[in-house]
């Protein structure tokens, strides 16, 4: 009898285990899907302003497409990504690189590394740095389609638009693409002797009524060929040129786009003193509100195409 007793103590605690392990599996199993369905996007248009430092990263994603503007100077553009991406989307339909400088370019490195890229687009020119030939070679391993854009250029996936307006010509060479470690003539000619930040691919984002200006690092020069080619509009958000230079963002040109949002990308105390005190007021001139990555972290702004917000 007691010998019967230990054989049905020892079946019921088996089952107990089962019955235990049958309910983590079933908790964990709810949990993954609301995690997913969390994670679920939506219809809106997301432009997020990573916080990188003193660099540039702008992440804009509506439903299952995704664009990225710039990789920031090091790796922390991959944390931007795990925080507004969905975890089992490892997919970008498309990288920009506005020009080939290591506070926007860097952290492209290790993006594709880690991301698969469907099409990578760059202004064509070299800058003789470790970190330009480590982001040429991963581009090329990629296998990626790279397009080198100029102005009224197109980028449409789905309702997002992307317009350039810088260049207005194309620049540097596609072979720089094409074969890692390029040099004498062809490493000559895509090489820019003047200042790369005026090179930047800039672009206009359009998502309905909603407009946002994406400028990289371009200063008065650049900004006031726009003017004068007349290719400017009214948009809802600026990002800020250059990190808040007193250099960039003229008044003559604030007062073409007339942003009602402005955002920096900056890095906390860094020694270039960006964002300086200039540039702040020529912004609150044009009645801009200004938000700044190295106050608010990750700047989201949210758009349904008539409006837009910006999460806190």
């Known amino acids: 009898m007691k010998r019967v007793l ?7 605690s088996s089952q107990g285990w089962v019955v ?7 908790l964990f199993g709810v949990g993954l899907i609301w995690g997913i369905v969390g994670n679920l ?11 990188v430092g003193q660099g540039d990263a702008v992440l804009i ?15 922390s ?23 080939p400088q290591a506070d926007h370019l860097n952290g492209l490195v290790d993006v594709l590394e880690r991301y698969d890229v469907e099409q990578v687009v760059v202004n064509g020119l070299v800058n003789d740095t470790a970190g330009f030939r480590a982001f040429q070679e991963v581009v090329i391993d990629e296998g990626a389609l790279v397009y080198l854009p100029s102005r009224g250029d197109e980028i449409r996936l789905g309702p997002i638009r992307l317009t350039v307006l810088l260049p207005e010509e194309k620049l540097g060479l596609a072979r720089v693409w094409e074969e890692p470690g390029v040099t004498g003539e062809v490493l ?6 003047g200042d790369l930040n005026e090179t930047s691919v800039v672009l206009k984002l359009t998502f309905g009524k909603f407009d946002a200006l994406l400028v990289g690092d371009i200063g008065f020069s650049s900004e006031q060929a726009l003017i004068v080619d007349g290719v400017l509009s009214e948009v809802e958000v600026l990002k800020v040129g250059h990190h808040g230079s007193k250099y960039a963002s003229s008044l003559d040109f604030l007062r073409e786009i007339r942003p009602t949002l402005a955002v920096i ?25 200004v938000f700044r990555t190295d106050v608010e972290g990750d700047v989201e702004i949210v758009s349904n195409g008539q409006e ?5």
């Open 20 to 26: 235990r392990w049958l309910m983590i599996g079933l």
């Open 308 to 312: 837009y917000w910006v999460i806190d």
């Open 188 to 193: 000559g000619i895509a090489t820019h002797q």
């Open 61 to 75: 994603h509506q439903g299952s497409m995704q664009v990225l503007v710039d990789g920031g100077p090091n790796s």
């Open 77 to 99: 553009v991959l944390d931007c990504l795990s925080r507004h991406l969905p975890f089992w989307d490892r997919t970008l339909e498309v990288v920009v690189l506005t020009h």
């Open 41 to 51: 996007p939506d219809r809106d248009l997301h432009l997020v302003v990573c916080d």
């Open 265 to 289: 990308s900056v890095g906390g105390k860094n020694s270039y003193g960006h964002p300086t005190r200039d540039t702040l007021m020529r912004l609150d001139t044009v009645g801009a509100r």
């Open 6 to 12: 230990i054989e049905e103590l020892h079946q019921l």
